[in-house]
Protein backbone atom coordinates (compact mmCIF):
# COMPACT_ATOMS: atom_id res chain seq x y z
CA UNK A 1 0.00 0.00 0.00
CA UNK A 2 2.95 2.33 0.63
CA UNK A 3 3.96 2.28 -2.70
CA UNK A 4 0.65 3.39 -3.98
CA UNK A 5 0.23 6.32 -2.12
CA UNK A 6 1.15 8.60 -4.36
CA UNK A 7 -1.11 7.38 -7.00
CA UNK A 8 -4.13 7.70 -4.58
CA UNK A 9 -3.33 10.98 -3.72
CA UNK A 10 -2.90 12.03 -7.35
CA UNK A 11 -6.51 9.92 -8.36
CA UNK A 12 -7.99 12.07 -4.74
CA UNK A 13 -6.59 15.32 -6.70
CA UNK A 14 -8.76 14.81 -9.73
CA UNK A 15 -11.67 13.00 -7.73
CA UNK A 16 -11.58 16.39 -5.51
CA UNK A 17 -11.50 19.21 -8.52
CA UNK A 18 -14.11 17.07 -10.55
CA UNK A 19 -16.37 16.93 -6.98
CA UNK A 20 -16.08 20.87 -6.81
CA UNK A 21 -16.79 21.51 -9.90
CA UNK A 22 -19.93 19.69 -10.08
CA UNK A 23 -20.97 21.03 -6.54
CA UNK A 24 -20.85 24.59 -7.86
CA UNK A 25 -22.90 23.53 -10.84
CA UNK A 26 -26.36 24.81 -9.91
CA UNK A 27 -28.05 22.75 -13.06
CA UNK A 28 -27.23 19.29 -13.10
CA UNK A 29 -27.90 18.10 -16.16
CA UNK A 30 -25.56 15.32 -17.99
CA UNK A 31 -23.76 18.16 -20.38
CA UNK A 32 -23.34 20.52 -17.24
CA UNK A 33 -21.62 17.33 -15.48
CA UNK A 34 -19.93 16.21 -18.15
CA UNK A 35 -18.31 19.66 -18.79
CA UNK A 36 -17.83 19.74 -14.72
CA UNK A 37 -15.66 16.48 -14.92
CA UNK A 38 -13.32 18.05 -18.15
CA UNK A 39 -12.96 21.15 -15.89
CA UNK A 40 -11.43 18.64 -13.21
CA UNK A 41 -9.36 17.36 -15.39
CA UNK A 42 -7.77 20.26 -16.86
CA UNK A 43 -6.89 21.25 -13.69
CA UNK A 44 -5.46 17.88 -13.18
CA UNK A 45 -3.70 18.77 -16.29
CA UNK A 46 -2.86 22.27 -14.51
CA UNK A 47 -1.03 20.24 -11.30
CA UNK A 48 1.09 18.07 -13.35
CA UNK A 49 2.14 20.77 -15.44
CA UNK A 50 2.86 22.65 -11.68
CA UNK A 51 4.65 19.80 -10.51
CA UNK A 52 6.55 19.03 -13.80
CA UNK A 53 7.71 22.74 -13.67
CA UNK A 54 8.56 22.04 -9.97
CA UNK A 55 10.69 19.40 -10.32
CA UNK A 56 12.78 20.88 -13.47
CA UNK A 57 13.26 23.65 -11.63
CA UNK A 58 14.37 21.87 -8.35
CA UNK A 59 15.85 18.31 -9.71
CA UNK A 60 14.60 14.70 -9.13
CA UNK A 61 12.49 13.55 -5.54
CA UNK A 62 13.58 10.70 -3.81
CA UNK A 63 10.00 10.11 -2.19
CA UNK A 64 7.22 9.91 -4.75
CA UNK A 65 5.01 11.29 -2.14
CA UNK A 66 6.45 15.08 -3.18
CA UNK A 67 5.48 15.03 -7.09
CA UNK A 68 1.60 13.81 -6.01
CA UNK A 69 1.59 16.48 -3.54
CA UNK A 70 2.60 18.79 -5.72
CA UNK A 71 0.08 17.77 -8.53
CA UNK A 72 -2.13 18.53 -5.77
CA UNK A 73 -0.93 21.83 -5.27
CA UNK A 74 -0.99 22.95 -8.24
CA UNK A 75 -4.54 21.65 -8.86
CA UNK A 76 -5.59 23.74 -6.35
CA UNK A 77 -4.44 26.68 -8.00
CA UNK A 78 -5.61 25.62 -11.27
CA UNK A 79 -9.08 25.33 -9.28
CA UNK A 80 -8.80 28.77 -7.00
CA UNK A 81 -8.14 30.86 -10.32
CA UNK A 82 -11.25 28.93 -12.45
CA UNK A 83 -13.06 29.83 -9.43
CA UNK A 84 -12.29 33.57 -8.86
CA UNK A 85 -12.51 34.47 -13.25
CA UNK A 86 -15.76 32.31 -13.44
CA UNK A 87 -16.93 34.74 -10.04
CA UNK A 88 -15.65 37.74 -11.73
CA UNK A 89 -16.69 37.02 -15.19
CA UNK A 90 -20.56 36.16 -13.73
CA UNK A 91 -20.48 39.40 -11.43
CA UNK A 92 -19.14 41.64 -14.49
CA UNK A 93 -22.47 39.86 -16.79
CA UNK A 94 -25.27 40.75 -13.63
CA UNK A 95 -23.49 44.58 -13.45
CA UNK A 96 -23.63 44.97 -17.35
CA UNK A 97 -27.57 43.71 -16.96
CA UNK A 98 -28.44 46.02 -14.15
CA UNK A 99 -26.77 48.87 -15.97
CA UNK A 100 -29.23 48.62 -18.86
Sequence with gaps: MTESIASWVTLAAVLSSSGWYIYREQDRSIGN???AIMSGVLCLF???LFSGA???II?????A???AL??????LL???AHTLYKNRKETSVN????MQ
Design 59 to 63: GKFDN
Design 46 to 48: GGL
Design 78 to 80: CIV
Design 95 to 98: DNAE
Design 54 to 56: TMK
Design 33 to 35: IVT
Design 70 to 75: LVCTGT
Design 65 to 67: LIP
